[in-house]
Each structure stands twice: as C-alpha cells, then as structure tokens.
C-alpha cells in the first residue's frame, strides 16, 4: 500500500510530476493496490478540486474543495464516528483542511461532520481522510487502511 500525506497539495503535485511519480501511483492505484491520502494527499487522490492549481490524480470520485475551513489559525479537533471503527470516536485534527463537496457512485462516506460534509471516504482500496489522524496515539484508521492491502498469497512449501 501506498500513503500519500498531508503537506501542501501544490507542493506535491509539482513534485509528483518533476520526479515521474504520477504515473507509477495512478498505476499502483489501477492494479487493486491500497491508496490513503491524508489531508493534501486527500486532495491529490481527488478527481477534481475547486481550484486549477494543483492537478489531482483522479483516483478517487470525489470533488474536494481546498482549505475549506480557513488558515492555519482555523485549525482544529473534533471527536468523529467512523464507520468501521469501534467506539469510542475518533478523534481527528484538522490543519487547513480539506472538505469533500462531492461524493460520486461507489464512493462511501466512513465519517462526517455534524453538518454532514464528508471528511473520511473509501471507494474499494482507495481511502481518504481530510485530518491527519497520524497525529493523533490512535492507531485505528492505520489499522483499518492496513486491512485494505491485498494479503499476498504464501509461497508453496514443498
């Protein structure tokens, strides 16, 4: 499996582009392999966001608005029930974060906000959160994305 993190989504995707890696994930992602972006890699796995600037991935069906919260000083936590996760909730640290504004066929809603705005999505192997839930000891949605990997079947003993 591959993650894509949380950073700047501009940064990442002229850097995905200058060092070839474009290619090399959309075919990753095309073969079954499990995907997770977080945050700018939320946005990088979108198939279309708000602005022009940066060119997503187009992995995932969604549409993904930018810094749908504000600047930095906007930040903030908020505890979320995550489908698939046990209790207690999950609490999530949002930082300049991302909003999915539209959810296409096959796409499903894992967590959203109280005013229904979806911030955690799946669609088969493919997995997006708009917080950044490796700042948090809560190792959860690791291990829920860690179950989307393909196991590999064993090599024959003889």
Not at 76 to 89: I, S
Not at 93 to 114: H, M, Y
Request: hydrophobic fraction near 40%; charged fraction near 20%.
């Amino acid at each position: 499996g591959l993650i894509i993190p949380g950073g700047e989504s501009t940064t990442l995707s002229r850097l995905m582009s200058i060092y070839q890696l474009r290619e090399p994930i959309e075919h990753l992602a095309r073969q079954g392999k499990a995907v997770w972006g977080t945050c700018a890699g939320m946005i990088m796995m979108a198939h279309e966001i708000t602005e022009e600037d940066p060119i997503p991935l187009q992995l995932l069906d969604i549409g993904v608005q930018r810094n749908a919260f504000g600047r930095q000083i906007d930040s903030f936590e908020q505890d979320l029930e995550v489908h698939g996760l046990e209790p207690p909730p999950f609490h999530a640290v949002f930082i300049r974060a991302p909003v999915i504004i539209r959810v296409g066929q096959g796409v499903k809603v894992l967590a959203a906000l109280s005013d229904g705005r979806p911030v955690a999505v799946q669609q088969g192997h493919l997995l997006a959160t708009a917080f950044h839930p490796e700042l948090t000891d809560d190792t959860r949605l690791h291990r829920y994305f860690l179950n989307l990997i393909p196991r590999e079947s064993p090599a024959p003993t003889e």
